[in-house]
T-cell receptor, first 112, second 113 residues
Framework: TQLLEQSPQFLSIQEGENLTVYCNSS?????LQWYRQEPGEGPVLLVT?????EVKKLKRLTFQFGDARKDSSLHITAAQPGDTGLYLC????????????FGPGTRLSVLP | DAMVIQNPRYQVTQFGKPVTLSCSQT?????MYWYQQKSSQAPKLLFH???????NEADTPDNFQSRRPNTSFCFLDIRSPGLGDAAMYLC????????????FGSGTQLSVL
């Protein structure tokens, strides 16, 4: 049973378009992180969210944490080819120790 | 400068031939993790060390072992690699457990022939 689900699994868009990817679970997150992974590299942390309803912005990226702390979204405005990569959410759960569990990821391709 | 270093970047081994992957860190972090990531899948935690305390995930096969001789180094030993063990192996560190940021190395891509 997968604790985290991400959608869509794959996304291919043109440069300049906006997009949103989602991460959700049937369990309440104690905290949630978003990572971006480029081919042949390890994931790099983008943001950590802890408080329900929290919104964080990182340049063209906007992260939202659901009020119930069971879901999160990542919105990218005016996507660029440099945004191409695998976007992973990782959640920690109250009843699952303190280690982060990763979702399967959304593979984003931004075409010039 | 790289803070979590994994060697080698690419490793080829033969079916059943033991292989060791290495990870070193310059962050002086307490926790070191090993993740397995197969193509188009999520990184899966194999085990982690909190200082010298070893914590194995329940579904990690016995074929996988780990050693942490000191704070800076951690090794992943695969005693008898099978074809299904071909994957990217990621080492990560964190200052402490819980809501801490994970710092990942670049990974070792393991091929099993």
């Amino acid at each position: 049973t997968q604790l985290l689900e991400q959608s869509p699994q794959f996304l291919s868009i043109q440069e300049g378009e906006n997009l949103t990817v989602y991460c959700n679970s049937s369990s309440v997150f104690s905290s949630l992180q978003w990572y971006r992974q480029e081919p042949g590299e390890g994931p790099v942390l983008l943001v950590t969210v802890v408080t329900g309803g929290e919104v964080k912005k990182l340049k063209r990226l906007t992260f939202q944490f659901g009020d119930a702390r069971k879901d999160s979204s990542l919105h990218i405005t005016a996507a660029q080819p440099g945004d191409t990569g695998l976007y992973l959410c990782a959640g920690s759960f109250y009843n699952y120790g303190q280690n982060f569990v990763f979702g399967p990821g959304t593979r984003l391709s931004v075409l010039p | 400068d790289a803070m979590v270093i994994q060697n080698p970047r690419y490793q080829v081994t033969q079916f059943g031939k033991p292989v060791t992957l290495s990870c070193s860190q310059t962050l002086n972090h307490n926790v070191m993790y090993w993740y397995q990531q197969k193509s188009s899948q999520a990184p899966k935690l194999l085990f982690h060390y909190y200082d010298k305390d070893f914590n194995n995930e329940a579904d990690t096969p016995d074929n996988f072992q780990s050693r942490r001789p000191n704070t800076s180094f951690c090794f992943l030993d695969i005693r008898s690699p099978g074809l299904g063990d071909a994957a990217m192996y990621l080492c990560a560190t964190s200052r402490d457990k819980g809501w801490e940021k994970l710092f990942f190395g670049s990974g070792t891509q393991l091929s099993v022939l």
